[in-house]
């Protein structure tokens, strides 16, 4: 048994996983690159997405704007291999660690995150988009 | 001018800030250690959240549980020193770059990723609770 605070919520210290869908039956999950740490992206899942992602280890989200299942690369071939999946505290927030092929962002850049918030008007570009080929 | 595909919509492109908040406001917010690269939590900021913590370049979320603004490490003495602030494509989630003090897990952890899931049913605890003193 595990020395855990006594006043602990059980979700907290429990061995359960048991994510916390949204209203909307989905959980955020977070994709970082194993090797370099870089965040690459944040994307939506509902259980079949985390069901399909843990049995392939391949990640699998929701598309909220198509509304269907999404395996990451399926037409682009950017896939994520998925080398672990960690759950936050009170279990509404998903990270995965994987192995990026080609870009996490479909502007083509390896990272959604490319600008920079300067003010609370403006944006500085840190990454140029691929030139067009 | 920049270059950029033409078929790229406005906001993957544009520099000026224009973030998507969702129907309850709130936009998620990822806040990364800026020395090591850990994903340390996710929460939400509104509006006023995020023009606070641009301003004073400490972290302020809405509490969602307590439905009001919380200033990061304010009871707790754990702030988060906000060195960069990212938005992603579609400008509906943030990463924050930060220079934590303390835990930025309730738990007392460094991170609130403290549970690795080892299949459909269970975690495995990767970081053991601080010792109750």
Chains 1, 2 share one sequence.
Not at 60 to 70: A, K, M, N, P, T
Not at 94 to 102: D, F, I, K, Y
Request: with cysteine; hydrophobic share 35%; net charge negative.
């Amino acid at each position: 048994m595990r020395n855990h605070p006594p006043s602990a919520p059980s979700s907290e210290e429990s061995l359960a996983l048991s994510p916390k869908f949204n209203e909307a039956g989905l959980i955020p999950a977070i994709a970082q690159d194993a090797e370099t740490g870089e965040v690459l992206m944040m994307a939506w899942m509902n259980a079949e997405a985390l069901a399909q992602t843990l049995a392939t280890r391949q990640a699998v989200y929701w598309s909220r704007s198509r509304r269907e299942l999404w395996r990451k690369g399926a037409s682009s071939g950017h896939t994520q291999e998925v080398l672990d999946i960690r759950v936050d505290c009170d279990q509404d927030t998903l990270l995965l660690s994987v192995r990026q092929t080609g870009a996490a962002c479909h502007t083509g850049r390896k990272s959604c995150f490319y600008r920079s918030v300067t003010d609370a008007e403006s944006l500085d570009n840190r990454s140029a988009p691929p030139e067009a080929s």
